[in-house]
């Protein structure tokens, strides 16, 4: 049965993009690469919009959305047999073989290439810490319940027995604290569409398909550039701003990932492709466009931003071009009617979301642009109706038509004076002052957006706005120069984002990426250079640079699989793990959504293990299998008993995470959890034992360097082990830590607590020689949980471990 499912579901694919295509080709889209894009991709917003609908009143599954596709497809039918169109089209009609196919075949081979770097490379991030994850684990909720429906009355119970100790929630799945709402009333942090996709995937092809869905947005974005691009420069041009967006750093990184810029992405390609191929055609087509765009509002809250942008829009028709002033507004029109559908989804299912946002100043922010925007066009529409407005309107357009060098000078000017004092003054200023690294990101995002598009394709992209301001004067050509332009300046003044790469890329990669690569591209071809030769000499030479610069960026993660260990791992644990009256418990915010989600297994989190254990009695004789997941192989308990029941290692390779410097390590990282079943004790506490024995091979986090591109390795390390350990009681006091192996004066040693937390004995060396050696520590905080002890060695120093011991200082 789900067989015959997923082959109908294609076959409603393949027959809405067919009928879209001879729609389009109808209506005068004749080239069959424009046509067929542009079909297929409506067809995948079609389901995307379909699946929305169904999720919005949460009775999503891929039947429904089967059966919702034919109805779509007997739409278009209905269409084209009331047009009389005929259906016999021919997929490549349009195409004259007597042009030169070298661009053409340069271009399958740049898709196929990229295809292949996106899907065959995936990041398998599963862990609900972080975006990657938790889009993961909405998209596994929508396709398991039909909808993004997380409360749990369940949490009632639970705090009656462990109070303040559970938390309610999960990283971005927060509970509702209005008074007037249950305990255990939870909602989503983010919105919707892009887990609908991975929904639709998971449905489709399992939980390995989820990685994959970017490549299919990555690899449409990149075939509207090339069409984008070929409207102004022609196939050539195309072709390199395709190669310089296919291969950056953050595109491979981003679509390689289950995170929602890609979407976004595509969204704007696809919009800006409309206005620009549809803009002097009948307005429904910019409605359509504006439509496309305002999707983005299901997908990323931020897309707000883009309302000023189209507003600029506007007031340039208005302002310059005012016989195509209505295909302008239909663009806002298509926008506004599909956000404000958005955000009213948001309001209503995820209500505190937004509520934080506002507090937090970030959707108040995004709402005062709008509502400052609306006035502001209102008040131009307002006084261009007047009798002195219109003089006003007609005296600005003849001085800006008579003053065109001047304008010209003065945007290239602007646009070079804040490069230069993005790139050489705002550091200086920054390093004057005492400020975080987070802060010194935020003040300084263009510095370090260079490190995913070369400096060269900035500068260039100064001339790409004399192409498209000033020779071209395409009106369709603004909805792409605008939005490009806002989100860019926006996302370098403020990243908004945590300041670790690849991390930080994903506002860029949303649109200043493509945007800036593209903008290069047109300023290079756009040269005042007469003799062809030349040109194309310096053409050649600077895309060879570009693209050497790029491979410098990808070598690092070019082919790499990452974190690959994982989904294998929580796959294993949705088979292994007990259900039956099982529920669990933990510490680990990284593993909770997961595999409470995407695993089906019962799991909650909790602040402290000591208060946990300490009531984990009144659970279990309520008749529940009640299981701890934890960190310490050694864990064990006066008033419970622990029993090992398994054991989950997840394992992959992963750049290190660096702020404000280039990732230039990749690691192979290594989480291991025990699993422990909680009974109850029969028997009377006995002393605590002062002297605790560690395996070293039962450690519980491992770090491994692979490969490397910095150029000063002498500080490289080559292996970090930690090993975790709970303190069942009295935390504070002083203990030691005694190592026994070979070469340890070679080692260092740190202590963390309260899952790392805080750090009470910073790295150092140990007091001892190369056989024995020990570090001395004092936990001070009454609430501290659990110690953590690292042992980290030297790139290219023989030390082994062999015995570690901790005991409390009397």
Excluded at 46 to 75: A, C, D, M, T, W
Excluded at 219 to 246: M, N, R, T
Excluded at 508 to 522: A, D, E, Q, S
């Amino acid at each position: 049965m789900a067989s015959l499912v997923n082959l109908l579901f294609f076959l409603g694919i393949i027959l809405n993009t067919y009928f879209i295509s001879a729609i389009l080709h109808k209506k005068g889209l004749s080239q069959p690469l424009s046509r067929n894009s542009v079909s297929f991709t409506l067809s995948i917003l079609i389901v995307g919009s379909i699946s929305l609908l169904l999720v919005s009143i949460k009775y999503y599954n891929i039947l429904s959305v089967v059966l919702i596709q034919f109805l779509v497809s007997g739409s278009f039918i209905g269409y084209i047999v009331f047009h009389k169109i005929d259906l016999r089209l021919n997929p490549i009609a349009g195409w004259n073989s007597s042009r030169s196919i070298i661009p053409k075949i340069i271009l399958f081979l740049l898709l196929l290439s990229a295809g292949a770097m996106y899907s065959l490379f995936p990041i398998e991030y599963i862990k609900g810490d972080r975006d990657h994850g938790v889009y993961l684990v909405f998209g596994s909720t929508i396709q398991k319940t039909g909808g993004l429906n997380f409360d749990d009355p369940r949490y009632q119970d639970l705090t009656q027995i462990f109070g303040n100790n559970i938390i309610y929630g999960y990283p971005a799945i927060h509970s509702d604290h209005s008074p007037s709402s249950p305990i255990g009333s939870l909602s989503p942090r983010f919105f919707p569409l892009f887990p609908i996709y991975l929904a639709l995937s998971a449905d489709l092809f399992g939980l390995d398909a989820m990685f994959r869905v970017n490549t299919i947005f990555g690899v449409l974005s990149l075939i509207f550039i090339f069409l984008i691009v070929k409207k102004w420069i022609g196939p050539w041009g195309a072709l390199i701003a395709v190669a310089f967006c296919a291969f950056n750093p953050a595109q491979l990184w981003n679509v390689r990932t289950t995170l929602s810029e890609p979407l976004g992405q595509l969204l704007i390609l696809f919009s800006s492709y409309f206005a620009l191929y549809f803009f002097r055609k009948n307005n429904g087509w910019m409605f359509l466009a504006g439509g496309i765009l305002g999707l983005s509002s299901f997908n990323r809250i931020d897309s707000l931003i883009y309302f000023p942008a189209i507003v600029i829009f506007v007031a340039y028709l208005l302002l310059l071009r005012k016989k195509s002033l209505w295909k302008g507004f239909n663009f806002l029109f298509g926008y506004s009617a599909i956000s404000m559908l958005g955000l009213l989804y948001g309001y209503i299912n995820s209500k505190p979301y937004m509520i934080d946002l506002w507090r937090s100043k970030q959707l108040l922010k995004l709402t005062f642009l709008c509502v400052f925007s609306s006035i502001l066009l209102s008040g131009l529409l307002f006084f261009s109706n007047l009798k002195i407005g219109k003089k006003a309107i007609e005296l600005f357009k003849n001085t800006v038509l008579k003053n065109k060098k001047v304008l010209k000078i003065s945007i290239f000017s602007l646009v070079f004076l804040l490069i230069i004092f993005a790139y050489f003054i705002q550091p200086v200023i920054s390093n004057s002052k005492t400020i975080t690294d987070h802060l010194y990101f935020r003040k300084n995002g263009f510095i370090f957006f260079l490190f995913y598009v070369p400096l060269l394709l900035v500068l260039f992209g100064i001339g790409g706005y004399d192409l498209l301001v000033f020779r071209k004067q395409s009106s369709g050509s603004l909805v792409f120069l605008i939005l490009g332009s806002l989100l860019s300046f926006v996302y370098f003044y403020d990243p908004s984002i945590f300041p670790d790469h690849y991390w930080a890329s994903r506002r860029w990669v949303l649109f200043p990426i493509p945007f800036v690569c593209i903008m290069g591209v047109l300023g290079l071809y756009s040269l005042p250079i007469k003799r062809q030769t030349i040109k194309f000499t310096l053409i050649a030479i600077v895309f060879v640079g570009c693209m050497y610069d790029l491979y410098k960026r990808d070598r690092l993660i070019l082919f790499e699989r990452m974190l690959s260990g994982y989904s294998e791992e929580f796959e294993r644990l949705s088979i292994s793990l007990p259900k039956e009256r099982a529920i669990y418990f933990t510490k680990k915010e990284d593993l909770a959504s997961p595999l409470r989600y995407l695993s089906g297994r019962d799991t909650y989190l909790i602040h402290k293990t000591r208060p946990f254990l300490e009531k984990a009695n009144r659970l279990i004789e309520a008749g529940w299998n009640v299981y701890l997941i934890d960190e310490d192989a050694n864990l064990e308990d006066q008033s419970v008993t622990l029993e090992k029941v398994d054991k989950i290692s997840l394992e992959g390779n992963f750049p290190i995470e660096t702020v404000n410097r280039y990732p230039d390590t990749l690691i192979h990282k290594g989480t291991f959890l025990q699993i422990y079943k909680v009974g109850i004790n029969p028997k009377a506490p006995t002393q605590v034992k002062k002297i605790t024995s560690i395996d070293p091979g039962q450690f519980t986090y491992i770090l491994t360097t692979l490969r490397s591109e910095r150029k000063n390795q002498s500080n490289l390390y080559e292996e970090v082990k930690a090993y975790d350990y709970y303190i069942p009681k009295d935390p504070k006091g002083k203990f030691r830590v005694e190592f026994e192996g070979e070469a340890l004066s070679q080692a260092t040693f740190s202590v963390t607590a309260n899952e790392s937390s805080s750090v009470i004995f910073p790295e150092s060396s140990g007091i001892g020689n190369d056989k024995k050696m020990s570090i001395e520590f004092s936990v001070e905080n009454p609430e501290t949980d659990d110690v953590m002890i690292r042992f980290r060695t030297q790139k290219n120093k023989q030390v082994i471990l062999k015995s570690l011991q901790l005991s409390r200082i009397p």
